[in-house]
Structures are given as C-alpha cells and as structure tokens.
C-alpha cells in the first residue's frame, strides 16, 4: 500500500479537527476544573446507590452570590463501595456554612451518608500545577528532540516534535469539544499520550533509517511508505490491544476513571495516526526539500 500517497488529505483531517478544536477552544474556552481554577470538593460514601441526577438537582438550588451553585458530581468507589461514593466538585469556594447545606442536603437524601472529606484548593495552587504541566511538556518534548538527534538525526527529531505537537493539539480539542473537565488527570493524559507516540513513532524511523541505507538514490517517499507497510501490523496489534484496555476501563469505571479514559482513547488513536500519517511523511517532504535544495545548491556551484 503506498499510504504516504494521499499525504495531503492525511494532513487536511488532522488540520480540520484541530481548527474546530481551536474554535471551541476560542469559544468557549477549556472546562478549567478545580485542580487548575481552585474550589471545593466533598467526598461521601452514601451506603447504598444512588443517581448523580438526583443528588445534582438538590445542591442546585444553593446560590453563591447570587448564583446557582454548579457543581459536578462524580461516581467513584470500588469493590464494596462500587457505585455508593460521590466526590461533589465546584470551582465555588464554598464557605464552612454553604459546606454544612450540602451535608443536611445530602443526609436528607440518603440518611445512611458518611462524610469522608472534604477539600478547598486555591487558584494560585493551581496556578502552579498549569505552569508546572506546561514546562513538564516543554521538557519532555526537547528531551526526545535531543534523544532522536542523537540517536538518528535533526530530520527525525523535528519531524517527531511535529507529529507531537499534532497529538497534544487533538488532545486539548477533545478537551474543547466535549468540555471534558481539565484537572491533574489532564496532565497524565498528555504525559502518556506523549510518551505512546514518540514510541510509535520511532519505530517507524528506525525502519526508515535501515531502509535508507540500502538506496544509493533515494526516493524519501517511496522509503517512508515501505517502512511503513513494514510496521504498520505492530503499529495496529499494539493500538488495538491499547484501546481494548482503555476502552473497557472507559465501559465499565466509575465517573472518575472515565475522565480520564475517553481522553486517551482519544489520544492513542491521535499517537497513532500521527506516527503514521504525520510523522512519515513530514521527515519525506524535509528530506526531499533538502535533497532537492542540496543539488539546486550543487549545480549553481559547477
């Protein structure tokens, strides 16, 4: 198959869900949850099921200045407490008063509640995380940019930051889209996403690298899409073996779990679809361009 064929159509998919990912992004903005805004969280065990709807309609009539209080409820527990406890999150920074409401709210309603805790985050805390994530990204991408120049060549190196930062970019557009809730799970999902795509992707160029050996004249597409068909069956076994294990914890995991699961669903199919269909063909237009540069450059000095 000479997937490298229709590169252009590879790139304008990629480059329309990041534009209507952006957009949102501009729109709307990113769901901000209170790891990185600061707020309130109270966490119950309520010793029987429940339904996030009826414990969402009667903390809804609070007001915090003058508003609605909005909040998110969360399922959470395991094993014995599978689907009897609640983490109720707000970006409010809910005062000892408000705090008490929402225990004789949820009392009312379930008489068997436990309170187990409950926590207050500041912004300038998560101020911090959001500085601390970003530079988290920031290093590891030029630690692979170093890693991949020293292990194959700049070429490769850029090519991989390019099909990174395409990864990143469909990340956070899903966060947009969907208005998923960005806190320190956000953090784990980039790290890994990262972290699966570069794997991927350097698969792919250490094939590409044996390959070129061989070629006294080489056509950098026609290598690139050899490679590529070369790898692609362990590229797909190990994506779907992935998102078999992802996806079940998104099926089956309480509120929480899911959080973080639809995001890297999202994100390894992302990682592998850029090794793929961004990566590849980016380090052949580079090399091509520079090929063609190099004898343009070549017959101007004879």
């Known amino acids: 198959m000479n997937l490298l064929k229709h590169y252009?159509?590879?790139?304008?998919?990629?480059?329309?869900?990041?534009?209507?990912?952006?957009?949102?992004?501009?729109?709307n903005g990113l769901n901000q949850g209170i790891d990185f805004q600061g707020g309130t969280s109270i966490q119950y065990n309520l010793k029987e099921s429940f339904d996030t709807g009826d414990i969402d309609?009667?903390?809804?009539?609070?007001?915090?200045?003058?508003?609605?209080?909005?909040?998110?409820?969360?399922?959470?527990?395991?094993?014995?407490?599978a689907d009897q406890e609640v983490i109720i999150r707000t970006t409010s920074s809910l005062s000892s008063q408000e705090r008490v409401n929402i225990d004789n709210i949820i009392t009312g309603l379930y008489p068997n509640a436990e309170h187990r805790e409950t926590a207050q985050?500041?912004?300038?805390?998560?101020?911090?995380?959001?500085?601390?994530?970003?530079?988290?990204?920031?290093i590891a991408a030029v630690g692979m940019l170093a890693y991949i120049t020293f292990r194959f060549e700049i070429v490769f190196g850029l090519s991989a930051i390019v099909a990174l930062a395409h990864d990143v970019l469909i990340l956070v557009?899903?966060?947009?889209?969907?208005?998923?809730?960005?806190?320190?799970?956000?953090?784990?999902?980039v790290l890994t996403v990262v972290g699966y795509?570069?794997?991927?992707?350097?698969?792919?160029?250490?094939?590409?690298?044996?390959?070129?050996?061989?070629?006294?004249?080489?056509v950098y597409f026609d290598i690139a899409s050899k490679s590529l068909n070369q790898t692609i069956t362990r590229s797909i076994n190990t994506s779907v073996t992935t998102l078999l294990v992802?996806?079940?914890?998104?099926?089956?995991?309480?509120d929480s779990i899911?959080?973080?699961?639809?995001?890297?669903?999202?994100?390894?199919?992302?990682?592998t679809y850029s090794s793929i269909f961004i990566a590849s063909p980016t380090w052949a237009l580079w090399k091509t361009y520079r090929s063609k540069k190099q004898q343009h450059y070549k017959g101007v000095t004879e």
């Open 258 to 271: 899911k959080e973080l699961a639809f995001p890297l669903l999202a994100g390894v199919l992302a990682g």
């Open 121 to 138: 985050y500041s912004a300038s805390v998560g101020s911090e995380i959001k500085t601390r994530a970003f530079l988290g990204v920031i």
């Open 57 to 81: 309609d009667a903390i809804s009539n609070i007001e915090i200045d003058g508003q609605k209080l909005n909040a998110s409820i969360i399922k959470t527990g395991i094993n014995e407490t």
């Open 8 to 27: 252009k159509i590879w790139f304008a998919i990629s480059l329309c869900i990041i534009v209507v990912g952006m957009g949102m992004f501009l729109i």
């Open 246 to 254: 992802i996806g079940s914890l998104y099926i089956f995991g309480v």
């Open 173 to 189: 557009s899903v966060y947009a889209i969907f208005q998923i809730p960005v806190n320190s799970a956000f953090i784990a999902a």
């Open 197 to 218: 795509s570069i794997n991927d992707t350097i698969v792919v160029f250490d094939r590409i690298r044996e390959n070129v050996k061989f070629e006294k004249r080489p």
